[in-house]
């Protein structure tokens, strides 16, 4: 069965990075575009980034323009974001997410708390 | 990017009643290849989203049938025929049709 496990999320202050990472299985990762939707503490959802499965289409909302980037690794089934220059308002879950028309697949969540 | 709009934003419920959340967008969700990617979620306290309906009226598998997807074009709805303890949370539609996909804001379910 399809599974999305992510992993990389904690603690650190602003103006530093981290790097989240989402392992896939269950699926022909090639197939399918892959993306980042996060969740602030009482807030809805929101896209992040997301990317396609060959070439390097990406997109990125625009509060994260120039400080995150999305990348895969079609080898290994990962789906990555690299977080720098974080603020306080990046404080949230980020969920990893298949990308198809349908969007049923999505990872549990990691969190991801940046303190001033 | 297409704006999704839900209302209400809190709704409150009574045990064995119908509840009913409207989703509407700015664009038509009507894709080029002819389907429809409205999509409604259920967050439950503490979890992740869960998908409950797919393509504006297909149920998934283990959704209780109490839930029902409705809609066409801009304007969709879901509902729920008799609400139950476990319904409260958040529901949250989103488009898949149109690049951004965009969510709406989130309707509170609560007794």
């Known amino acids: 069965q399809v599974q999305l496990v992510e992993s990389g999320g904690g603690l650190v202050k602003a103006g530093g990075s981290l790097r989240l990472s989402c392992a896939a299985s269950?699926?022909?990762?090639?197939?399918?575009?892959m993306g980042w939707v996060r969740q602030a503490p009482g807030k809805g959802l929101e896209w992040v980034s997301y990317i396609s499965h060959r070439d390097p289409t990406t997109y990125y909302t625009d509060s994260v323009k120039g400080r995150f980037t999305i990348s895969r690794d079609n080898a290994k089934n990962s789906l990555y974001l690299q977080m720098n220059s974080l603020r306080t308002e990046d404080t949230a879950v980020f969920y990893c997410v298949r990308v198809d028309g349908d969007y049923g697949y999505w990872g549990q969540g990691t969190l991801v708390t940046v303190s001033s | 990017d297409v704006v999704m709009t839900q209302s209400p934003l809190s709704l409150p419920v009574t045990l064995g009643q119908p509840a009913s959340i409207s989703c509407r967008s700015s664009?038509?969700?009507?894709?080029?290849?002819?389907?429809?990617?409205l999509i409604w979620f259920q967050q439950r306290p503490g979890q992740s989203p869960r998908r409950l309906i797919y393509?504006?009226?297909r149920r998934d598998s283990g959704v209780p049938d109490r839930f029902s997807g409705s809609g066409s074009g801009t304007d969709f709805t879901l509902k729920i025929s008799r609400v139950e303890a476990e319904d409260v949370g958040v529901y949250y539609c989103m488009q898949g049709t149109q690049w951004p996909q965009t969510f709406g804001q989130g309707t509170k379910v609560e007794f």
């Open positions: 664009q038509s969700l009507v894709h080029r290849d002819g389907n429809t990617y």
């Open positions: 393509r504006v009226s």
């Open positions: 269950g699926f022909t990762f090639t197939n399918y575009y």
